[in-house]
């Protein structure tokens, strides 16, 4: 099994991120102040689905775009547990901005982990989140494909001219785009027997005069702040060294079990952050109100709503174990299998997603208030069911991979 060491593999319950084995890459306290800054101008960005521009600047000038970009390409080197520890704290804030992070550290985790990508394309795209803060995204999903995760080639084309490629297509769902300086677009080549694979498109002055088009379509109702609109792609020019891991489409049937470990991880940390916020504001809702049939009592006196909120300090409890277990493994090098991996992901965001129900059954209309943040964090968390591989096909993963054994 892999987690049979589980008991060593985390820091004591009541420690925070990072307080167990080496020193972390950031600062705890400065995560959780850019959190409480963010979280200020949260609900602004949810009404509006704005894109919160000002949170990467301050991201930016402490150098957290380049978290897990190695040392040597002027990143801080961090691990996944460093990854988890920035990603789950700003999700408490503002979790939009969190979901761009995931997505960031997850591709820059692969950039390095083989010779797939061309050395000087990997080695810009490093050092301008170092320096910049720049913010790089694979655009993957497309209105006839879906999810590439349920199978299918993409429908957007790469095609080969002098000096590098045409590239044309549609992709949904392309979160953080208001603020990408780089965008991967997952493609197929025109070839008869295709190689499917990203093409890297470096944002330039400006995205009309490239031929890409964004349009806001992104009118979701939680993750607002995300971004997550529709581009078109008209004939765009790639230069040849801008395009990585191209494999015909048996190639990309293996799991890659570091990979699904890191996107396991961090998502499941966005959305068990949310949840705590729901928990944090629960705490604070339970001390302040004081109906006047508890005789002057505060209703965090009531065993009821202390049972509640136990059973919601249970399944984050849960979470915090699963989540710095998976991330403790993969960072000392032995990730477990993709299966077990996405059971993580699985039981992180089911419990994520119960605990913040948990909280609006216990209270009630303030909780389903948009005065208060509650409705917002539950509308917020339902969205873990929708990043791929979705539940169905996890379970059905483990169910196939338990009979094999």
Not at 101 to 130: C, F, K, M, S
Not at 235 to 244: E, I, K, L, R, S
Not at 330 to 340: A, N
Not at 378 to 395: E, S
Request: glycine share 10%.
């Amino acid at each position: 099994m892999p987690f049979d060491d589980l008991p060593f593999a985390i820091p004591p319950f009541g420690a925070s991120f990072g307080e167990a084995g080496p020193a972390p890459v950031v600062d705890p306290s400065l995560i959780a102040a850019l959190s409480a800054e963010f979280a200020l101008r949260a609900a602004e960005h949810d009404a509006a689905a704005s894109f919160p521009f000002e949170n990467f600047d301050r991201l930016a000038a402490a150098g957290i775009p380049a978290l897990v970009t190695p040392k040597s390409a002027g990143g801080k080197g961090g691990g996944l547990g460093d990854a988890l520890a920035v990603v789950n704290g700003i999700a408490q804030g503002e979790p939009s901005t969190a979901l761009v992070l995931v997505l960031q550290y997850v591709i820059h985790n692969q950039l390095w982990r083989g010779p797939a990508w061309p050395e000087a394309l990997r080695d810009r795209i490093a050092r301008t989140a170092a320096t910049d803060g720049a913010l790089i995204n694979i655009l993957r999903v497309e209105p006839e494909l879906g999810t590439p995760h349920r199978g299918g080639l993409p429908a957007t084309v790469a095609r080969k001219v002098p000096g590098g490629w045409r590239i044309s297509g549609t992709k949904l769902y392309s979160t953080g785009i208001p603020a990408l300086s780089w965008l991967g677009v997952w493609a197929r080549t025109e070839d008869d027997e295709p190689l499917v694979g990203t093409w890297v498109v470096p944002r330039g002055a400006g995205l009309a005069e490239q031929g890409i088009e964004v349009r806001e379509t992104w009118n979701h109702i939680g993750m607002r702040a995300s971004g997550s609109h529709e581009v078109v792609f008209r004939d765009v020019f790639v230069p040849d060294d801008h395009a990585g891991e191209l494999r015909p489409p048996a190639g990309w049937a293996a799991p890659d079990t570091v990979a699904t470990a890191w996107m396991s991880t961090l998502f499941s940390g966005v959305y068990d952050g949310i949840a705590r916020s729901a928990r944090d504001w629960l705490v604070g809702f339970l001390h302040a109100r004081k109906p006047t049939g508890l005789n002057g009592a505060s209703l965090d006196t009531v065993p009821r709503l202390q049972e509640a909120l136990g059973g919601i300090e249970a399944l984050l409890l849960t979470n915090r174990i699963l989540l710095r277990s998976l991330s403790a493994a993969v960072d000392r090098g032995s990730p477990p299998s993709s299966s077990d991996s996405l059971l993580v992901k699985y039981t992180v965001t089911n419990n994520a997603i119960d605990a913040v129900a948990r909280a609006l059954e216990v209270t009630g209309n303030p909780g389903l208030s948009r005065d208060n943040p509650l409705e917002r964090h539950h509308r917020d968390v339902l969205c873990a069911r929708v990043h791929a591989p979705q539940n169905d096909m996890i379970l059905t993963g483990a169910g196939r991979a338990a009979l094999a054994r």
